[in-house]
């Protein structure tokens, strides 16, 4: 499926396959996480599997959308921090399918936010040192391809907000904008 989505700008389903396939692979490296907290709970694998189902070609359906609500179901019901993180990022996966083209921050954490959770997951993991985090979002700056970064910079930046998630996620997302992608896979110019 070809198609695009309107609002403020477009997006194509090509472009969504890129951020949902940038979110689901965050939540990859979380998701353990919550299965070792929450083994009984299948709504985070569901909400996973749904995004990579997306991001391999098929089309968007409800599918996405309802196991992204369970996933951050699941993520209030979480055990601990760090599981309703790792549970809320697999949410965040299924729902980047449905990324709206609307020119407003919040958006933003629909592509970042997981990110972001995993190096949450990372300082807490590293009895809270932040370097641990900073590692991870080094590690998810470099794995933003330039057709990610070209859709992010169609968005207003990130809002600043006052949890450490929404810190990391600012950090992400000004270094992104910076012209810090990946020195393997340069920017595109021409970015809004």
């Given at each position: 499926?070809?198609?695009?989505?309107?609002?403020?700008?477009?997006?194509?389903?090509d472009?969504?396959?890129?951020?949902?396939?940038y979110?689901?692979?965050?939540?990859?490296?979380?998701?353990?996480v919550?299965?070792?907290?929450?083994?009984e709970?299948?709504r985070?694998?569901?909400?996973?599997?749904?995004?990579?189902?997306?991001?391999?070609?098929?089309?968007?359906?409800?599918?996405?959308?309802?196991?992204?609500?369970?996933a951050?179901?699941?993520?209030?019901?979480?055990?601990?921090?760090v599981?309703?993180?790792?549970?809320?990022?697999?949410?965040?996966?299924a729902?980047?399918?449905?990324?709206?083209?609307?020119?407003?921050?919040?958006?933003?954490?629909?592509?970042?936010r997981a990110?972001?959770?995993?190096?949450?997951?990372?300082?807490?993991?590293?009895?809270?040192?932040?370097?641990?985090?900073?590692?991870?979002i080094?590690?998810?700056?470099h794995?933003?391809?330039?057709?990610?970064?070209?859709?992010?910079?169609?968005?207003?930046?990130?809002?600043?907000?006052?949890?450490?998630v929404?810190?990391?996620?600012?950090?992400?997302?000004?270094?992104?904008?910076?012209?810090?992608?990946?020195?393997?896979?340069?920017?595109?110019?021409?970015?809004?």
């Amino acid at each position: 499926m070809t198609g695009t989505v309107s609002g403020d700008f477009e997006l194509t389903m090509d472009e969504l396959r890129v951020v949902a396939r940038y979110v689901a692979r965050a939540a990859d490296d979380v998701l353990p996480v919550f299965e070792d907290a929450a083994p009984e709970d299948p709504r985070p694998r569901a909400a996973l599997d749904a995004a990579w189902e997306f991001v391999n070609g098929a089309r968007r359906t409800r599918l996405q959308r309802v196991t992204s609500m369970d996933a951050h179901r699941a993520a209030k019901d979480a055990p601990t921090e760090v599981s309703c993180l790792a549970a809320r990022a697999a949410g965040d996966a299924a729902s980047a399918a449905y990324l709206h083209p609307i020119a407003e921050a919040h958006q933003v954490g629909h592509i970042l936010r997981a990110a972001a959770s995993a190096a949450r997951i990372a300082e807490i993991g590293a009895g809270g040192n932040r370097e641990a985090g900073n590692r991870v979002i080094e590690q998810a700056r470099h794995r933003a391809t330039p057709a990610l970064v070209d859709v992010l910079l169609r968005f207003p930046s990130a809002p600043a907000g006052r949890s450490r998630v929404a810190q990391l996620m600012a950090a992400l997302d000004a270094s992104l904008r910076d012209g810090e992608a990946s020195p393997d896979q340069p920017r595109l110019s021409g970015g809004r």
